[in-house]
């Protein structure tokens, strides 16, 4: 009935004008690219993510269907749970393939900088990871992992720079391996109905740990605890869209590829989304 109600809300004005005071939360990286604005809204994602040939499954594919939420406490502060799901993994190798629940991740974050006249705002957070998926899809492995960052966006006009920084950072070090991972984007407002934007993203892993020997770690749905992956950085560049289609409504998509060699887990991967905002 809420998300009905949406629909029916009325269209603001098409000009780019008024594009250049509506911010667009990024489409890449969902789980860790963490828009900085302060926002009650749920967002519906899918992902179809190519597997790299060199990869120890042999290429492939993996779906992933997921749901997120975030909710104004105040004016400055937010709680967010951004991680959950049902991933498809669709190996091309002999290996079988696996469905299954995703972990679940939620936190706060808080704008330390809203400033408005400025175009300009700064929000660190933090998130804790819970290993409650399934180890078929590998997930629930671990004894969680919290994420600490930061986000910031500025605009000049019609082009608006917004960039992310932080730390994963696990309970058990023999587990998992700790990251930093990093994100930047740049979208121009055409209109409201459509701004491009470029956008890329890193993680660099610290620490081996003490499971899989695969030479790279995983990306941002997975942490594989590989025991040969410090100091790598597997890093992705790509591009998209967001359109607020109706008030309250954005619709966003993204293709982005793997450019770091070895590739790993990350060959291509598209992602779409709507945000539905109350």
């Known amino acids: 009935m809420a998300l009905a109600g949406f629909a029916l809300a009325p269209a603001l004005s ?22 900085p604005h302060i926002t009650s809204e749920v967002r519906p994602i899918f992902i179809y993510h190519k597997i790299d040939d060199t990869f120890i ?10 749901a997120q939420l975030r ?22 190798s002999v290996l079988p393939h696996k469905d299954g629940w995703n972990d679940l991740s939620a936190g706060l974050k808080y704008a330390v900088i809203d400033d408005k006249e400025n175009d300009l705002i700064v929000t660190p957070g933090f998130k804790i990871a819970i290993p409650t998926g399934n180890e078929r899809v590998f997930q629930g492995s671990g004894k969680g992992e919290w994420d600490v960052f930061i986000s910031a966006q500025k605009g000049y006009d019609k082009v608006h720079f917004t960039g992310n920084a932080g730390a994963r950072i696990p309970n058990d070090f023999h587990d998992q ?42 990306y941002d749905v997975y942490n594989f605890g590989v025991s040969n992956g410090a100091g790598k950085t597997s890093a992705v560049l790509g591009g998209g869209f967001r359109s607020r289609v109706i008030d309250r409504v954005d619709l ?12 790993g887990l990350f060959d291509s991967r598209f992602t779409v989304d709507l945000i539905f905002r109350f």
């Open 177 to 218: 391996t700790a990251q930093l991972h990093y994100s930047a984007q740049v979208d121009y407002a055409t209109c409201k109905y459509f701004v491009p934007f470029v956008a890329m993203s890193a993680f660099t892993t610290l620490n081996n740990a003490n499971q899989l020997a695969l030479g790279h770690e995983g």
């Open 252 to 263: 966003g998509f993204a293709y982005e590829r793997g450019v770091t060699h070895p590739q």
């Open 57 to 66: 499954s042999g290429g492939g594919f993996a779906r992933v269907y997921a």
């Open 14 to 35: 098409a000009t780019a004008e008024d594009a250049e005071h509506i911010h667009m939360a990024p489409v890449t990286n969902p789980l860790f690219f963490e828009d």
């Open 71 to 92: 909710y104004a406490i105040n004016d400055r502060l937010g709680f967010i749970a951004t991680k959950d799901g049902f991933t498809q993994l669709r190996p091309t």
